[in-house]
């Protein structure tokens, strides 16, 4: 899967979605490829469309379509792009145009995906991760490019949406994974997903099941730390630490059961497709976590 | 501090917060503890979990409040004396609502309708979904049917967007740049500007979408009824600001949840709304000193390891796996109680209620009842509670 050129990651708010597009990003750029994380940031927040450098071989860049737009008019339409791209009248009504902010995002991920890109300058990237926009929006973003083709028909925008349908359509090109977390809520999104781009032709290529909770223990040994918990005199002050630690240990436990019946449905759904990532106890993320993850991505990536 | 006192005598609570956060469970529990001492309260969410409609008794939802039935919660001790309602709001209805009450005629509110502008304008555009949630809110209010209106906000990136949403939407519809489309000509059918029209023709051109007649029709509709948005937003930003309202922030106990939650009540203060307290959700309390702290009272010449092997009937490996176990609850009760002094000491001595992670999710009813304990009882309950959680 890491060969293709784009791989679109999706998920629910708080399921880690930009952790594991960090994660897979590093792991292209631990192969040596030219890497960029792409995120799409809302219309109007300033974010620009400049690729920062983060590492040796990854980037990164936030894309605000009011940018992306203006990029567009200059590198395509000219004179006439160059004076609409200076008008706010212009760029309210663009922003207007049913599904034009999420085709000119998506269109900047397009530009930073080929081969010979059209900005001047544009260095070549062998991978575009992007860390798209929470799930209902994330399918928005995927559908656009098509529903735009289909609406306006003609002119070169239609003409360049309906390249760009294509290109998200073909499996040899483009990738889509979806981040979840055994929780009721991110489980019914990312099953929603599924459901959703299939309707539309598309196909769900991973799903990542973060922050899952080790099992330490059969069920005899449960039972025997239940017992040694029942058996202590929960007043005792001297004994606060031993109560804490078999406390602890049954706690994680049932966090960890709880997961797996939430779980199900996407073992159920996704079998081989399904990439769990353990939960990390750790104060916070880092470096060392977030290579951790691409090792741990590495061999469910590298699978066709 | 608990939420009834941080409540009293308000009349609307906000609860804000990034989304996964646990905002929508805080909210129903905050609407259904405030029922049980008798208030006529009324929660409007988004989307909730299936789980928790279901456990309200709501498995549809409709845009009006729905009361839930009281024997349902009875059965988990919460004993409801005032009225619980829950409404599930739907921005596309809300927003087809206010502009048949703005529009002049219904054949008006039609025509705007029906336009492909409008249909992105209602689900779309930056801050629609905000502003039908603190429309609603308004009209909630004005119906004088609720002591308590709690409002889970939309899911959102960041907190603050629900904040300006609104006014961004009113921006958008008032800006110079889209009154300059409308040329007032009187009555009826309203005529592009002079400028607009080729601006129109080189998007055409450029999109192959014809925007002009959208556009024209669109605006030319609207335009008499832009006004009655601002008034909206202006009457929502008065009520809001207003000694009724109170702001919940829930987060979590997480660096960036808590960097926003400053950030938040900074965004709160800016724009002189009443900050009333932070929740912060899925908290890991921690009471001993940890696997690797010296336990006074404990023999000295003892480790736990070695008296957890002991107590397990001699199995020092299962005894390791219990002690990682241990191990990994301090790192997170470490990292949340670093986060939460990090909180107090970033605010201006507003509140802030911990509540704890519990090991299942939260949806059902007695789960529900769990969080409740924790926001409405006293600090004593609260100490005791959080006793007999860990140890």
Redesign the interface.
Known sequence: MLDRRLIFVTG????GKSTVAHAIGRLGARQGKRVIVAELA???SGAGIDEVQLSPGLFSIVIDPQAAMEEY?RVK?GT??GA?SH????????M?????RELLGMGKIWELAQLQRRTRDGAVYDLVVVDAP?TGHGV?ALRTPRVFAQ????????YQADIIASTLADPDFTAIVAVSVA???PV?ETLSLADALAADGLGLDRVVLNQVYPE??TPA?LE??RA?AG??D?TA??L??????????L?????AR?QQS?ARELVDRFGERLAPLPFL????LGDAELDRLADLLEPKLTLP | MNIPELLESRRICVCAGSGGVGKTTISAVIGLGMAALGRRVCVITIDPARRLAGALGLEELGNEPRRVPAERLAGAGLEITGELWAMMLDPKATFDDFIDASAPTPERAAAVKANPIYAQLSSAVAGSQEFTAVSKLYELAGSGRFDLLVLDTPPARNALDFLDAPRRLTGFLEGRAVQALVRPTGVGVRLLSVGAAPLLAGLRRLTGVDLVSDISSFFGVLGPMTSAFSQRAGAVEALLRSEQTAFVLVASAQRESIDEALWFTDGLAARRLPFAGVVVNRFHHDLSPGPDGADPETDPGRDLAASLAELLGGHPELAARVGTAFADYHVLAARDGAQLTRLVAGLDGEPVLAVPQFDDEIGDLPALARIHAFLFGSEQERARLIATLVA
């Open positions: 629910k708010g708080g399921v809302p219309a109007g008019l339409a006439l792009g609409l008008s706010r009248l212009f760029s309210t009504l663009a207007a145009t049913p599904g034009l929470a928005a609406t306006a028909r003609v002119g070169p925008i239609a929780e009721e809520m019914r330490r223990f040994e025997r730390i040694a058996g202590l929960p002050e001297a606060r630490s031993l109560r804490s630690a078999l406390a602890a240990a706690s994680a436990q049932a966090r709880s939430h106890f750790c104060d916070e």
